[in-house]
Each structure stands twice: as structure tokens, then as C-alpha cells.
């Protein structure tokens, strides 16, 4: 490993803890003196995520965090709040221990915990989630709230 700020490898760990992201390590570049943070995460197993049309592809943790920081776009909510929403989302996605999950499931889990946060924010997911296709379903889904 090297320093961000002058590539500098010799560091020192200044301080350890565990996080909700892994292991977060506080070091100090022993040349120029400055501080960053790492991150050391457990790499989880392959998990598969099956399409609408049957396709299969590797689950990507990327494309679940872009949809719900869309959902949550310019509301107050903090975002240490929706990271431990992720979070949560994939230890639900992995806890049954299969290598394989429809995407429904995945959309159904997201919904519910949209749904108990934030009504905007579901509205805005589910909106692309069911794919409305006129404003009578919208209304319809308005008044399950």
C-alpha cells in the first residue's frame, strides 16, 4: 500500500476498528506526515440475480446502491441512514445462503424498506420498479399508502 498524497509505502496504522463496511484502519504516511482512511471488507461469496426474462448475472452491490440514492435524491435523509438501508437490503439478499435470487425479490425487499422510511422515496422506486404505464396506476399505488 502507498499514500494517496505522495506514494510514499512506508505507513503506520494509527488506529483499528471494525465497521459496518469491515475493518477501518486510521494510517499515517511516515514521509509526509498526512492521515487516510482504509477499508478492509470480507469478500462474499458470487451471488447470481435472475432476470425478468431469465437471464443471470452476477449480483452487483453498485447497481442496488444507484437506484435507492436515486429514490432518495434531495430529502432529508442522512446518508448514513440509507448506507445502513443497503446494508440491510443484502444481508437479507444473502442471509437464505443461495447462490441464486430473482430480481422481484430483490425489488419487493427494496420496496418494503422504502416504504417504512420514506413515502417519496418509494413512490420514486416504485415508479420504475412497476413501470406505470399511465397515471391510474400511479393513483392506485398513491393510495396504498
Known sequence: MECP??????????NKRDS???IRRRRECLKCKKRFTTYEKIEKSDLYVIKKDGKREKFDIRKLTDGIEKAFEKLPVPQK????MI????????RPGKKEVK?????????????????IAYIRFASVYRQFKDLSEFK??????
Open 20 to 22: 459496518p463496511d469491515g
Open 81 to 84: 441512514e440509507i448506507d445502513q
Open 87 to 94: 446494508n440491510k437490503i443484502e444481508e437479507q439478499i444473502r
Open 140 to 145: 392506485k399505488e398513491m393510495r396504498g399508502l
Open 103 to 119: 430480481s422481484s425479490t430483490i425489488g419487493e425487499i427494496v420496496m418494503k424498506k422504502l416504504k417504512k422510511k420514506n413515502n
Open 5 to 14: 498524497y505522495c506514494a510514499h509505502t512506508k505507513l503506520k496504522v494509527t
